[in-house]
């Protein structure tokens, strides 16, 4: 069964680098999303993506993130200059949208990220 | 703006019961999907069933069954037979779906943990 990849699995950066989260989606889908989810907390949408282009976005989602399908098969999220607060497991997932055979979000497995 | 809301942070039900989980939400529009999600301690998000709300059928999975009630905006999940293996966070989430196609990003309640006693 198709699923969606996610990697690292698990990346320790120190506050003010740079991190880039890296997703495969399905291949067939069409909409790509970003979610976040601080330990205890509950899932936060941050960002959706249809045909190369930002289609919505979460007051999270401010200048320190972009979204970009840099080729045909990946789909990234890249946080400029990590805070403390950015510590949090990262879900990519992504939906097939037109005539749908699924109103279903895959999830990926989840980026957890670690700022010290 | 859309919210979810559950009430019940915690669960807990004897293996082999049945348990019901309670989600109400907020929105305007008419034509949208709501999930419950199980996260389990991976914390891979599994759906667990959907409700599309133009259908006034409730959807069931198994064991697992929701109570949707549009008119007073409240989505239950009820859980039969309970498992060892149901043991996990229960999110239930709502996402408005574009008529052409396309959804909008999902909106999370801050989910029910639930717990199963052998």
């Known amino acids: 069964e198709p699923e969606v990849t996610q990697t690292p699995s698990h990346q320790v950066t120190q506050m003010g680098q740079e991190v880039i989260l890296r997703c495969v989606p399905i291949?067939?889908?069409?909409?790509f999303y970003w979610y976040r989810q601080i330990l205890g907390q509950k899932v936060e949408f941050l960002v959706s993506?249809?045909?190369?282009?930002?289609?919505?976005k979460s007051e999270i989602f401010d200048d320190q993130f972009s979204v970009e399908r840099p080729d045909g098969s990946n789909f990234t999220l890249k946080i400029r200059s990590t805070k403390l607060e950015d510590s949090a497991m990262y879900f990519c997932?992504?939906?097939?949208?037109?005539?749908?055979?699924?109103?279903?979000?895959?999830f990926g497995p989840g980026t957890r990220l670690t700022v010290t | 703006a859309q919210t979810v809301t559950q009430s019940q942070p915690e669960m807990s039900v004897q293996e082999a019961e049945t348990v019901t989980l309670s989600c109400t939400y907020d929105?305007?529009?008419?034509?949208?999907?709501l999930f419950w999600y199980k996260q389990p301690p991976s914390r891979q998000m599994i759906l667990v069933i959907r409700?599309?709300?133009?259908?006034?059928q409730n959807a069931t999975e198994n064991r697992f069954s929701v109570n949707f009630q549009k008119a007073a905006k409240s989505f239950s999940l009820k859980i039969s037979d309970s498992q060892l293996g149901d043991a996990a966070m229960y999110f239930c989430?709502?996402?408005?779906?574009?008529?052409?196609?396309?959804?909008?990003?999902?909106?999370f309640g801050k989910g029910t943990h639930l717990i199963i006693q052998p």
């Open positions: 997932a992504s939906f097939e949208a037109e005539q749908p055979s699924s109103y279903e979000q895959y």
């Open positions: 291949s067939n889908h069409l909409y």
């Open positions: 993506f249809y045909n190369n282009e930002i289609s919505e």
């Open positions: 929105t305007s529009e008419s034509d949208y999907y």
């Open positions: 409700q599309e709300a133009y259908k006034q």
């Open positions: 989430a709502y996402s408005f779906m574009y008529s052409g196609g396309g959804a909008d990003g999902l909106t």
